[in-house]
């Protein structure tokens, strides 16, 4: 609106309302003296009126008594001035106070207009807050957007006009039909869908997601009023935890087959059901440990020596052990079989190898290999030195089971188990862990 535009700009300058209030009243009087048939009146309101406009109240004030004393003479003849008349003193009354109310109504509009403002400014930070823009269409062809919907859709509000057949070229082709039908409904005189979610091509090739919330005034015109937010990041997070959902539950699945085995080879190696519930409770908390480093990293995998350092953590064995290797992050499967294989090993190593002497020790190392162009090869190594004499056994029960076949054949790899007189040792080879 034009006066919302134009009084904020007028008011930057104090000293022009005063300035202004001079020249105009000025102006009044000079009219009053070609004229001298005018009633007072029809000069000095208007001079009243513009300078309370142009400056506020204090132009509008001074525009007041210098209005006053320029029209002493002009409601009181010469020969009266200081000596006027009851009919004098109430006309002067009367210009005095209609003077007041024409500076107290435009002192009204500015209290409205600078709440105007705020109220705006408000709502263009909410929206911009949101990264929302607001719109309003009046079917067919009459459309109208804010500056933050031509930031959606990268347009220029120099070049740009709105319309519909502008907005719908940038609708991604996939929405094309959705969008153009909810036009059609909104001008056959239906009620427009309350929201909408579409994709848009902004000129850059860049795809973003936005949401519509619309609805119909209710002096029931089909002028529709809407917001549209930007909603990319929701979207693409949506996509992450549903990709997240179909990895966890394929790791759960592999998780189960693993279990059961667990459960199979334990049973039959157990004697009593203690020992079964004691072995089998383990075992499954060193799989709990793994889930929760994978958790943990939105199953994007875990460092080796995350890896090493949960499962060597029940066996209190961080100051016996010596970790060394490059950084380097396991896949999900590598977490989860490497995870299962050091606990076996650390298990075998309490209850008879390096880790159940107190001069025991752990030297785990590993190493990368470059194998092609864009290939990685690891090689692991668990050595145990210092324990108790080695005694190769040609039992296999689960443990023996994971270290020479099931992690290695889950990793793309190989693995030596070797009984040697100072200690267990164990190499991975693995192509498929990093």
Request: net charge neutral.
């Amino acid at each position: 609106m034009w006066i919302d535009r134009r009084i904020p700009a007028l008011r930057r300058h104090p000293a022009l309302g005063y300035v202004a209030a001079a020249g105009l009243v000025s102006i009044a009087v000079l009219l009053r003296a070609v004229l001298p048939t005018l009633p007072p009146f029809i000069t000095l309101f208007p001079a009243i009126l513009l300078s309370a406009f142009i400056g506020g109240r204090g132009p509008g004030l001074v525009a007041l008594i210098a209005g006053c004393v320029a029209a002493w003479p002009m409601f009181v003849a010469q020969d009266d001035w200081f000596a006027p008349t009851a009919a004098h003193l109430l006309s002067i009354a009367g210009f005095v106070i209609v003077g007041a109310l024409i500076i107290f109504v435009v002192d009204l509009l500015d209290d409205a207009v600078l709440r105007l403002r705020r109220e705006r400014e408000r709502f263009r930070l909410a929206l911009r807050a949101a990264d929302a823009a607001a719109w309003e269409w009046t079917p067919p062809d009459k459309l109208r957007w804010d500056e933050t919907f031509y930031e959606l859709l990268g347009l220029d509000p120099n070049k740009d006009r709105p319309s519909l057949d502008l907005f719908l070229s940038r609708v991604h082709p996939a929405d094309q039909f959705k969008m153009r039908e909810s036009g059609k409904a909104i001008e056959a005189g239906l009620d427009p869908r309350p929201r909408d979610e579409y994709r848009v091509i902004r000129p850059d090739g860049s795809t973003i997601w936005l949401e519509n919330h619309r609805a119909v005034t209710a002096d029931g015109s089909r002028h529709v009023i809407g917001i549209t937010q930007d909603i990319t990041r929701r979207k693409e997070n949506e996509q992450r935890i549903i990709e997240l959902m179909r990895e966890v539950a394929h790791r759960v699945k592999n998780q189960y087959a693993v279990i059961l085995a667990m459960i199979r080879e334990t049973g039959k190696r157990t004697r009593t059901p203690g020992e079964f519930e004691t072995e089998i409770n383990s075992r499954i908390a060193a799989l709990a440990r793994s889930h929760d480093l994978l958790v943990n990293a939105q199953w994007a995998g875990a460092s080796i020596n995350e890896v090493v350092s949960s499962q060597l953590e029940p066996f209190l064995a961080s100051d016996r052990c010596q970790l060394a290797g490059p950084p380097a992050v396991l896949k999900p499967m590598a977490v989860q079989y490497l995870g299962m294989a050091i606990h076996e090993l650390a298990t075998n190593s309490a209850k008879h190898g390096a880790l159940s002497s107190l001069t025991g020790r752990l030297a785990v190392e590993w190493s990368i290999e470059h194998v092609g162009a864009s290939g990685k090869r690891l090689i692991f190594s668990w050595k145990e030195t210092g324990g108790p004499p080695v005694t190769q056994s040609d039992a296999r029960g689960f443990g023996r089971q994971v270290l020479e076949s099931l992690a290695p054949m889950a990793l793309g790899g190989t693995g030596e188990l070797s009984f040697a007189a100072e200690g267990v040792a164990w190499t991975l080879s693995a192509d498929d862990a990093l």
